[in-house]
């Protein structure tokens, strides 16, 4: 094994105790799976440990050095997924009023869209960033193999620790979802605070230095 046994057993019950306590991600898979149902919750948090998987290759890579050498490329890229978090809340509350057409638009969700909602949420938190490129290289050790080799391991111990812990939040809320968007004047204000919610993650990912 490329990694420290000691090392991955530490590792992960760091990861799990870091995974349990909601956090953006959980509450961006949250309010999908509330939004959009189960298969809407699952799939968000598929396109989360996606941007996680971006930001592991990166940092085994070394692209890192590049996000830290010009932190204006990083600050873009911050500011641009908080723009797009809080336009998507926008258009939530906007449209709680529709009627059966939202019923339409949260089930677009359910797909493509909340796939790539995810990737965008999770590549743009400055949280994530920090994670990969700060937390993981405490658990490498060079002498124990390819630094490459550790940080993918450790990566894809993450990535499945993650999906299932955000994973079962989305499955769960969109089970509690689907009942609640059956009662329109409930469906109305499940849109109007998932909405709110993802304006308020995007305002704290903008706030985020």
Not at 143 to 160: D, K, N, R, Y
Not at 172 to 199: C, K, N, P, Y
Request: glycine share 12%; net charge positive; charged share 10%.
């Amino acid at each position: 094994m490329p990694v420290d046994p000691h090392l991955l057993t530490v590792f992960t019950v760091t990861t799990i105790v870091a995974l349990v306590t909601p956090g953006p991600d959980m509450l961006f898979v949250l309010g999908c799976g509330m939004r959009g149902g189960a298969r809407a919750g699952l799939l968000a948090t598929l396109g989360v440990i996606t941007g996680d998987a971006l930001y592991v290759v990166a940092a085994a890579a070394g692209l890192a050095v590049l996000l830290t050498t010009f932190p204006v490329v990083f600050t873009v890229l911050r500011f641009a997924g908080a723009a797009y978090l809080v336009y998507l809340g926008v258009q939530m509350i906007r449209r709680r009023k529709n009627g059966h057409v939202d019923v339409a638009a949260a089930g677009a969700m359910s797909g493509r869209r909340a796939f790539l909602n995810g990737v965008v949420s999770s590549a743009a938190n400055p949280q994530t960033f920090t994670f990969m490129v700060a937390f993981l290289p405490q658990f490498i050790a060079p002498e124990a193999g390819p630094v490459w080799a550790q940080f993918a391991v450790l990566g894809a111990v993450l990535i499945v620790l993650e999906f299932l812990a955000d994973g079962t939040v989305g499955v769960l809320a969109g089970r509690i979802g689907g009942w609640l968007r059956g009662r329109q004047a409930v469906r109305r204000r499940v849109d109007a605070a998932t909405g709110s919610l993802f304006i308020g993650l995007g305002v704290r990912l903008a706030a985020e230095h």
